[in-house]
């Protein structure tokens, strides 16, 4: 049972390149969230999903793009990589039925 | 703005000890309270939850006390262990607004042995 995970574990990228994280999960929960967890910024929503082909910002968007094409999937691009999307990224899901979010283990992401 | 301050920013406590994290919120359309546990190196895990129609939960040593009144919560750790020492994050959500949590800042426990 795999349940949901997230790769790469880590990355370094150069300033300007165009980066992917992936995200999956096998419960085959609605929703799905990705997060970047800054020192003292706590957790911050990047996007969110409520169910396939269904996606809406969260508080943090700009500079990044998802998509969902499949249930299990939510992949979150960086278009054109900054300095300050230095970051943890944590993908995180739920079911209908509950509030309670299941994290990944995270990215850890340096932009050079 | 920030919704939910969280305070302290980090806490040491020794073995046995009952730590005290305490969150306040200003948004009264709030209806779901949880507080979450992250280890190094580990995404958040849920702990326990509250909703506003209690004023208290248990559920084995860590206990949630809410207060409506003074839009307050607090996570109680009786007999704290090392295995305690972790990050914890209130947070909050508006269960009409996406499943949108709102969360603190989160407090460092360290519980000395």
């Known amino acids: 049972d795999a349940g949901i995970t997230q790769s790469p574990r880590y990355k370094i990228t150069e300033t300007g390149r165009q980066v992917t994280l992936m995200c999956h999960q096998t419960?085959?929960?609605?929703?799905m969230f990705w997060y970047r967890q800054d020192l003292g910024h706590g957790l911050r929503l990047i996007y969110y999903?409520?169910?396939?082909?269904?996606?809406d910002k969260g508080e943090v968007p700009d500079g990044y793009v998802v998509s969902r094409s499949k249930t299990e999937n939510f992949p979150l691009t960086l278009e054109s990589a900054t300095r300050s999307q230095t970051s943890v990224y944590f993908c995180?899901?739920?079911?209908?039925?509950?509030?309670?979010?299941?994290f990944g283990p995270g990215t850890r992401l340096t932009v050079t | 703005q920030q919704q939910v301050k969280q305070s302290p920013q980090s806490l040491i406590v020794q073995k046995g000890g009952i730590p005290i994290i305490n969150c306040a919120y200003e948004?009264?359309?709030?209806?779901?309270f949880p507080w979450y546990q992250q280890f190094p190196g580990k995404g958040p895990a849920l702990l326990i939850a509250?909703?506003?129609d209690v004023s208290e939960k248990k559920e084995g040593r860590f206990t949630i006390s809410f207060n409506k009144s003074a839009k307050q919560f607090s996570l109680h750790i009786m007999d704290s262990q090392p295995g305690d020492s972790a990050t914890y994050f209130c947070?909050?959500?508006?269960?009409?607004?996406?499943?949108?949590?709102?969360w603190g800042l989160g407090t460092s426990l360290g519980v000395n042995p």
């Open positions: 999903s409520a169910a396939a082909d269904i996606t």
């Open positions: 948004n009264t359309a709030f209806d779901y």
């Open positions: 947070a909050a959500l508006n269960a009409g607004n996406n499943r949108k949590l709102i």
């Open positions: 995180a899901s739920s079911v209908d039925t509950s509030y309670e979010q299941y």
């Open positions: 419960w085959s929960h609605s929703y």
């Open positions: 509250i909703r506003p």
